[in-house]
């Protein structure tokens, strides 16, 4: 059943060794207190993400709260997930604003990803009359590994050339600061610790522009200026953000705000390249969910493999329904299943009151714009250490499957396709669409892995027999065969 739970026991609790399933739930304000950790645990991550990708925060965390609900009603209650924010496409958004950063553009992005909204769900339906084992057939684990990677380590330049340079001290210092609170803090406020940092940075931006004044950086899209010196347009065929003095924090769209209200929406527009750029992420995501699944399954003692390809399904229909309004995409977040597995309460009830929280709060757009108020440098300090985790985790894919890379078959396109991720590399098609970055890496991995591996399995078959004369009845021909001095 997607809706109605059984009481646990007497309803607090659970004692040592017993879990509350999917199914199950503890008393109505217990479970609305483990669906408020939910909120916070998925918080940092489902609000950065957006504005990294130059989207509504407020729209994405109100969306995230509907998608869940989504999400739980098609998985039928049995796969306890929040879906939030997806970083798999930022490098894909980032190639997008490339060069151009207006409306249109915003409705470029939301409509590229609900397209891959829309592959993903197909994908999650092909799966589930398929089977989970085809996911395994065309993303093995050395695939996996390195598209999850090649997203990760992808977007260094935007940490680079976006974040860090805005105020590179504030940057350093929040980064240091989400470290310590990793490592020395234990239990929650650890599993919590890009939240902290956000809002360390935050307050570390207010008391320096009290105390040192405004800094000199550069701001994307701000005092733009061509080769002149002059006032520009984006459209321009010169004009760059320039740098100049500004306060590190500004709240005066935070004033402006109102306390009640629908976030701004937009509609999505589709063109083909950006497409293509962010269609990659849809691998990830095909990987993020078989990864919680399989993590949840483990966590329970549950069968859930069954349930793969309709996990992935609803997170498709969650992105196609969120971007469709100018929201972001999702995907099942594993800062959730931190809190499931410090808890051992997997009940579903506590995301459902979590996703109607969060709808709550995206009807706040004074709340929404204080969110956009985080300063670039600190947003450097975080994302810097989320991208790492993110490249890592392919890292973490490959060790588990133990992953040969001896193997040219396994070396030779994952390293390539990492390095095209890096670059960024660009490749020109036409004078309107070009791959590059993650899009590029992503291809060269799959396709390369796939022709590589089909080439070496065709090299390997063993040479048919000569027909006619003596070796074909086994004379001297087939001995010399046999002892190897043929050639074939």
């Known amino acids: 059943m997607a809706i109605g739970w059984k009481l646990h026991g007497d309803g607090k609790t659970p004692p040592p060794g017993e879990v509350v399933g999917p199914e199950e739930r503890l008393s109505w304000p217990r479970t609305a207190g483990i669906g408020a950790q939910h909120v916070v645990a998925m918080f940092g ?50 190639a997008i604003r490339a060069g ?20 993903l769900a197909l994908s999650g339906l092909l799966i589930h009359v398929l089977g989970p084992r085809i996911i395994h057939a065309v993303f093995p684990p050395v695939v996996t590994g390195a598209v999850v990677m090649l997203i990760g380590f992808g977007l260094a330049f935007v940490v680079a050339d976006t974040y860090w340079p805005q105020d590179h001290w504030v940057a350093l210092l929040t980064m240091v600061f989400v470290f ?20 360390f940075g935050f307050a570390l931006s207010w008391l320096l522009d009290r105390a040192t004044g405004q800094i000199t950086s550069v701001l994307p899209g701000q005092n733009l200026l061509d080769a002149s010196g002059k006032a520009c347009a984006p459209e321009g065929p010169y004009c760059v953000a320039t740098a100049f003095p500004h306060d590190r924090v500004s709240f005066a769209a935070v004033e402006s705000a109102d306390w009640f209200g629908l976030p701004q929406m937009h509609a999505p527009d589709f063109k083909m390249s950006a497409i293509l750029l962010v269609l990659p992420a ?30 992935i399904f609803a997170d498709g229909v969650g992105t196609v329904v969120t971007s469709s309004v100018g929201g972001s995409p999702t995907t ?35 709340f929404g714009a ?6 670039g440098g600190v947003l ?19 060790i588990e499957n133990r992953v040969d890379f001896a193997d040219p078959v396994n070396m030779v396109p994952v390293g390539a396709g990492i390095i095209l991720a890096l670059g960024p590399v660009v490749h020109p098609i036409s004078d309107d669409f070009r791959l590059e970055g993650i899009a590029l890496g992503t291809i060269v991995v799959l396709a390369g892995y796939h022709l590589l591996r089909g080439l070496s399995r065709r090299s390997q078959e063993p040479a048919p027999p000569p027909s006619g004369g003596t070796a074909a009845a086994g004379g001297t021909g087939g001995k010399a065969a046999a002892g190897g001095d043929a050639r074939p």
């Not at 993400?49 to 989207?55: E, Q």
């Not at 450097?380 to 490959?398: E, N, Q, S």
């Open 45 to 94: 991550a489902t609000f950065v993400f957006p504005l990294v990708m130059g989207l509504d925060p407020n729209l994405a965390v109100m969306m995230s709260g509907v998608a869940t609900i989504l999400f739980l009603l098609i998985v039928q209650g049995k796969v306890p997930s929040y879906l939030g924010t997806s970083a798999s496409f930022v490098g894909g958004v980032f």
């Open 100 to 119: 151009v950063d207006t409306a249109q553009t915003d409705g470029w992005v939301t409509g590229a990803i609900l397209v891959a909204g829309v592959v």
């Open 180 to 199: 310590l609170v990793m490592v020395l803090l234990r239990g929650f406020l650890g599993r919590i610790a890009i939240l902290l940092g956000l809002v």
């Open 282 to 311: 849809v691998i990830a995501l095909i990987a993020e969910n078989t990864g919680h699944v399989k993590a949840v399954g483990e966590m329970t003692g549950a069968d859930l493999d069954p349930m793969v390809g309709r996990t």
């Open 332 to 366: 099942t977040y594993a800062e959730n299943i931190g809190v499931m597995a410090a808890t051992r309460i997997y009940s579903t009830a506590a995301y459902y009151v979590a996703a109607l929280i969060a709808v709550l709060f995206g009807l706040c757009p004074k």
């Open 370 to 375: 204080l969110v956009a108020a985080t300063p």
């Open 380 to 398: 450097g300090g975080v994302t810097v250490i989320l991208y790492g985790m993110i490249g890592l985790l392919g890292a973490k894919i490959w």
